[in-house]
Nanobody, 126 residues
Framework: QVQLVESGGGLVQTGGSLRLSCAAS????????MAWFRQAPGKEREFVAG????????AYADSVKGRFTISRDSAKNTVYLQMNSLKPEDTAVYYC???????????????????WGQGTQVTVSS
């Protein structure tokens, strides 16, 4: 089992920045893909960004390309999501997710992930 704990959410104005963190603990393995998803009220959970086990391969939703950056610190078992130029439409609960995989192809759908955090709220005011 893997436990994921997100932090770093909050309230920010349009154009501002936030950095989310997700700390993983439990079953030790280097071969975990990590990803961020988000869910706004009344909408389905959607993929935001993901990274393969090495961090060398990443993927982003079109809506966040050029504004968000995913990175991981393997020594700390932590993945980060740096969010810049935030917009009101980025408002959502952000979830960290993990799946065991040695592949460099980042999975972008929710059923592909076995482990989920509890979520952290991000609110962008206009």
């Amino acid at each position: 089992q893997v436990q994921l704990v997100e932090s770093g959410g909050g309230l920010v104005q349009t154009g501002g920045s936030l950095r989310l963190s997700c700390a993983a603990s439990g079953r030790s393995s280097s071969f975990y893909q990590m990803a961020w998803f988000r869910q706004a009220p009344g909408k389905e959970r959607e993929f935001v960004a993901g990274a393969d086990w090495s961090g060398g391969s990443t993927a982003y939703a079109d809506s966040v390309k050029g504004r968000f950056t995913i990175s991981r610190d393997s020594a700390k078992n932590t993945v980060y999501l740096q969010m810049n130029s935030l917009k009101p439409e980025d408002t959502a609960v952000y979830y960290c997710a993990a799946r065991w995989s040695s592949s460099s192809v980042v999975v972008t759908i929710t059923p592909g992930y076995n482990y989920w955090g509890q979520g952290t709220q991000v609110t962008v005011s206009s």
